[in-house]
């Protein structure tokens, strides 16, 4: 067993996922990610790991699959012999106007972005009760507090991951697990690439766009210094929900 905190960062190959699991290894963590299918980015993203000394590993897996998420998770276990902290970040968008929305995008939103932090985390919550400590944090958004036209489904699994976060809190905080979750607002990363990021930033009291950085060093807060803090949703968006 590693003498090393260990980390599983979901959807880690790029973007906030990436952001999280530098963090994390610059902390001194051994960090593991999961990609779906980019091989060459997690690839890139390991060497990166490694060169901050983390005891990286990347792992390919359909996260939408529970039978995957639970091999997985398996698989981190037997090469880290723990896991500490646990970032439920993978997440896609199918974005479109309701009226218009198919059950296939609805369920693939859905799927991936709140049925696979219950994968993730029931795979893992074993051994975290065991060693009697744990830290789980879902990546949730600000349009799960607040909708968006055009996003029913996303808002959908972003809202349902808070009603979550909050439930397991209550439920593992006796067991010295403290789950949260992030709130991120609009942040520059392929997900906001085509948006117009000028019109955004002038509705957002810090009139700037936040950087994937800005998450990630909220989820090492979390995961190392917030130990009097469990079942919040803490917004990351530059003032945009006041």
Request: glycine share 10%; hydrophobic share 40%; proline share 1%.
């Amino acid at each position: 067993m590693t003498e090393k905190k260990v980390a599983l960062v979901t959807g880690a190959s790029r973007g906030i996922g990436k952001s999280c699991a530098l963090e994390l290894a610059k902390a001194g963590y051994d960090v593991a990610i999961s990609y779906a299918g980019n091989e060459e980015a997690a690839n890139k993203t390991l060497e990166e790991l490694k060169a901050l000394g983390s005891n990286a590993k990347a792992y390919k897996f359909n996260i939408a699959d529970r039978e995957a998420c639970q091999k997985a998770a398996e698989d981190v276990l037997k090469d880290f012999g723990k896991i500490d902290v646990l970032v439920n970040n993978a997440g896609i968008t199918r974005d479109g106007l309701f009226m218009r929305m198919s059950a296939e995008n609805w369920e693939a939103v859905i799927n991936t972005n709140l049925n696979s932090a219950f994968y993730m985390t029931s795979s893992v919550i074993k051994t975290m009760v065991k060693q009697r400590y744990g830290c789980i944090i879902n990546m949730s958004s600000i349009v799960g507090l607040m909708g968006n036209a055009g996003q029913a489904n996303y808002s959908a699994a972003k809202a349902g991951l808070i009603g979550f976060t909050k439930s397991l809190a209550k439920e593992l905080g006796s067991r010295n697990i403290r789950v949260n979750a992030i709130a991120p607002g609009f942040i520059q990363t392929d997900m906001t690439k085509d948006l117009d990021t000028e019109k955004i930033a002038e509705h957002i009291p810090l009139k700037r766009l936040g950087q994937p950085e800005d998450i990630a060093k909220t989820v090492k807060f979390l995961a190392d210094d917030g130990l009097y803090i469990t079942g919040q949703v803490i917004g990351v968006d530059g003032g945009l929900v006041v």
